[in-house]
């Protein structure tokens, strides 16, 4: 007789994968001499310099913002690399950074479903990897954990320099912690495993937010850039949505 499949607790853990400054990261992995130079990547509109859509986080240093037009970050940042959006019957062509992100979809959708929010945004659903995790080789049992995990920014867990890493192993490895909280921990290796294998295989770094639903996890995937990740245990919820205006949720 099939074995019945034991009933889900319900709670989901969802991830936000963003990629760093996108278009940038395509333009100096076709480009590596721009790799670590301010650089932004401009539309094809060409008055003024044209627009920024995407600012390094070397030019953001100098106070080159998004908003800004190509002459204007020439002023606050003369150094900076500007590099134009690839033109194609007199229009932007993004399929460069498309196939970029459909890369980093191939690899993130060995770990779980996913939907792709925009070129450079996709949400991952692990909730199967995670209780598979919970169920064969949950946090606790694991004598060795990624590096990359253990950076993990846990929201509402104190960080205090020399000691996150040891107080942020200690809280994924929690043997007494509530059902919900030990999923998200397996989201967290699983996320952080994904984010390094999307490294090796593209170059592109990316961040992300790890929550049980999208908004979340949307949320949380902006808070520590980049090559970051931030989880949102249910405990802390409350604290992080009084903390936005609504017109940013």
């Known amino acids: 007789m099939p074995v019945a499949?034991?009933?889900?607790?319900?709670?989901?853990?969802?991830?936000?994968?963003?990629?760093?400054?996108?278009?940038?990261?395509?333009?100096?992995?076709?480009?590596?001499?721009?790799?670590?130079?301010?650089?932004?990547?401009?539309?094809?509109?060409?008055?003024?310099?044209?627009?920024?859509?995407?600012?390094?986080?070397?030019?953001?240093?100098?106070?080159?913002?998004?908003?800004?037009?190509?002459?204007?970050?020439?002023?606050?940042?003369?150094?900076?690399?500007?590099?134009?959006?690839?033109?194609?019957?007199?229009?932007?062509d993004l399929n460069a950074y498309r196939n970029a992100g459909s890369e980093v979809v191939s690899v993130l959708a060995r770990k779980g479903r996913c939907e792709r929010a925009s070129i450079d945004e996709v949400y991952l659903d692990l909730t199967d990897a995670s209780e598979h995790m919970l169920a064969e080789n949950p946090p606790e049992s694991l004598e060795l954990i990624d590096e990359?995990?253990?950076?993990?920014?846990?929201?509402?867990?104190?960080?205090?320099?020399?000691?996150?890493?040891?107080?942020?192993?200690?809280?994924?490895?929690?043997?007494d912690a509530e059902y919900r909280d030990k999923l998200l921990a397996c989201g967290a290796i699983i996320v952080a495993e994904a984010r390094m294998q999307v490294l090796k295989e593209t170059e592109f770094t990316c961040s992300a937010g790890i929550a049980h639903n999208k908004m979340l996890a949307k949320l949380a995937s902006?808070?520590?850039?980049?090559?970051?990740?931030?989880?949102?245990?249910?405990?802390?919820?409350?604290?992080?949505?009084?903390?936005f205006p609504i017109k940013k949720m």
């Open 148 to 175: 990359e995990a253990l950076t993990s920014h846990v929201l509402g867990l104190k960080e205090d320099g020399s000691d996150t890493k040891v107080n942020t192993r200690e809280w994924l490895c929690r043997a």
């Open 5 to 92: 499949k034991p009933e889900s607790s319900g709670a989901r853990v969802i991830a936000h994968v963003d990629m760093d400054c996108f278009y940038v990261q395509v333009e100096q992995r076709k480009q590596p001499h721009l790799r670590g130079l301010p650089t932004a990547v401009v539309q094809y509109n060409e008055w003024k310099g044209g627009a920024l859509i995407a600012v390094s986080y070397e030019a953001r240093k100098y106070g080159v913002k998004r908003s800004m037009r190509g002459d204007e970050a020439k002023q606050v940042c003369p150094q900076i690399q500007l590099v134009q959006v690839p033109v194609a019957r007199g229009k932007a």
């Open 222 to 243: 902006a808070m520590n850039k980049p090559a970051q990740q931030t989880l949102v245990p249910s405990s802390s919820v409350e604290g992080l949505l009084s903390s």
